[in-house]
């Protein structure tokens, strides 16, 4: 448990400095650039994981398992994170940060469309508190930031949370470590194509067309200097590659109830860690929406502590009925003649 504690402060150390040094970055790598270096370099620090769970589990992918993955990873790489990256160039690093942890709600919206999972009561308060302190946060009356990196921040949220219910329906099979590293690797791919597609004249003539020349003849390895080298390992072994391994031990270690304690304290965090690195404003309102994130986060989990209550019930009940059978046959015994 000590070790899955550690495991969860790494992780989450990890996660609520993304944006923060995505932040750092974006003036020296183009947004689609930076998705594919730190996601193909994420997914070499995950791979030997997940081959390794693989062989305990003694699964080999079908051609049926790579097709669901690469659609996985599109969902998640080439639409969520290009969306992601894009809203932390028109936004405050702490109000994404804020915003896209607000995915969780999102995933159990569609889970339960999707998956047709149950939705309680719980989960409607934490929809609805949550939802309160996204507005409190964005402060739509005395906004001074960009709305299009709001709507991006929390399209990337959307996105995001359809990403997880997609790799939820399948990863009981093989696992989510090889799930998210998989997703990765095909993400990777496949954005890697479309950097190259939008190299030629035809396709970055398009883009050009519909008002998306910033995407024209995007960069692959072009403006990877020395300083800014450190970020983008940091970005992609630590945040990215490490940060996604770490979480994983931690829910091995733990559980997966516990080891979401990572997505509402990382909306505390960042926007502190922001305010200390890059002087971005803590004000009240930000304090005030924080607060209410993280009460309709904690909110989501109280159905899952009321079954882990419940379990340890039924487990300690059993073990006191024997215990207590036990002594009434050794008081009979002494009390008895044979």
């Known amino acids: 448990m000590k070790k899955g504690y550690l495991y969860i402060l790494i992780t989450t150390i990890f996660f609520s400095t993304m944006e923060i040094m995505l932040k750092i970055t974006a003036g020296g790598f183009h947004p689609l650039q930076i998705t594919v270096l730190r996601f193909s370099i994420g997914a070499l620090v995950l791979l030997p994981f997940a081959l390794r769970h693989l062989k305990r589990k003694n699964y080999r992918l079908s051609s049926k398992d790579l097709l669901y993955l690469a659609l996985t990873g599109f969902c998640c790489v080439v639409i969520s994170m290009v969306v992601y990256q894009m809203a932390v160039l028109y936004s405050d690093a702490s109000i994404v940060a804020i915003l896209f942890s607000c995915n969780p709600v999102f995933v159990m919206i569609l889970a339960a469309l999707v998956l047709k999972e149950k939705v309680y009561k719980y989960s409607i308060i934490s929809i609805l ?10 402060d739509p009356f005395h906004a001074k930031g960009s709305a299009t990196g709001t709507i991006l921040s929390v399209l990337a949220a959307i ?29 990777a791919a496949e954005l890697f194509v479309l950097v190259l597609l939008t ?29 800014l080298l450190p970020s983008l390992l940091y970005i992609g072994v630590g945040v990215t590659g490490l940060g996604f391994a770490f979480y994983f031990m931690a829910m091995e270690a733990t559980s997966a109830i516990t080891t979401s304690l990572v997505f ?14 890059l002087q971005e404003p803590l004000t009240s309102t930000k304090i005030a ?33 024997a215990a207590q059978e036990a002594a009434s046959e050794e008081t009979a015994e002494k009390v008895l003649p044979e």
């Not at 508190?129 to 964005?138: F, H, Q, W």
């Not at 509402?264 to 690195?277: D, G, S």
């Not at 924080?290 to 487990?315: C, D, E, H, N, Y």
């Open 199 to 227: 190299k030629t004249a035809w396709f970055g003539g398009f883009l050009t067309d519909i008002g998306l020349g910033v995407f024209a003849n995007t960069p692959i390895f072009a403006g990877i200097t020395a300083d």
């Open 159 to 187: 996105t995001f949370a359809l990403y997880s219910v997609m790799g939820k329906k399948h990863s009981a099979r093989y696992g989510s470590v090889v799930t998210t590293c998989f997703s990765f690797i095909f993400g």
């Open 264 to 277: 509402f304290i990382k909306p505390a965090l960042a926007p502190v860690l922001a305010f200390l690195i």
């Open 289 to 321: 929406g924080i607060v209410l994130i993280l009460i309709g986060s904690m909110i989501t989990f109280i159905p899952g502590w009321k079954r882990q209550k419940a379990a340890a019930v039924l487990k300690v009940v059993p073990e006191e009925t």
């Open 129 to 138: 508190v949550s939802l309160a302190g996204m507005m409190v946060t964005i």
